[in-house]
Nanobody, 123 residues
Framework: QVQLVESGGGSVQAGGSLRLSCVAS????????MAWFRQAPGKEREGVAR???????IYADSKKGRFTISRDNAKNTLYLQMNSLNPEDTAMYYC?????????????????WGQGTQVTVSS
């Protein structure tokens, strides 16, 4: 059974950092495309970053240089390091798994989702 459990969210001041974790079970994270998405109130869910089975990463334009996606195969865990946070980064952050080894950052490419972890950035 595929499960994704996120943690690491919280409240931070602008300019601060957070590291989100997503512990996966039921499959090896190294074999699938994995990603982080976020959704702010009243807005559509948007892709943040993706890592494919080879370790290749892509980022949404506004996150390049501030966010880093990575995984620990031994811990079967996906991470999102977020630096220089600003209030516009406030959202629920979701971990997701694609049925594909190689995929885009479109929500339609992912079929398993975690419950999310809330990130709130104050000015």
């Amino acid at each position: 059974q595929v499960q994704l459990v996120e943690s690491g969210g919280g409240s931070v001041q602008a300019g601060g950092s957070l590291r989100l974790s997503c512990v996966a079970s039921g499959f090896p994270v190294s074999k699938y495309g994995m990603a982080w998405f976020r959704q702010a109130p009243g807005k559509e869910r948007e892709g943040v970053a993706r890592i494919d089975s080879t370790g290749l990463t892509i980022y949404a334009d506004s996150k390049k240089g501030r966010f880093t996606i990575s995984r620990d195969n031994a811990k079967n865990t996906l991470y999102l390091q977020m630096n220089s946070l600003n209030p516009e980064d406030t959202a629920m952050y979701y971990c997701a798994r694609s049925p594909l080894r190689f995929c885009s950052l479109r929500t339609s490419d992912f079929n398993y989702w975690g419950q999310g972890t809330q990130v709130t950035v104050s000015s």
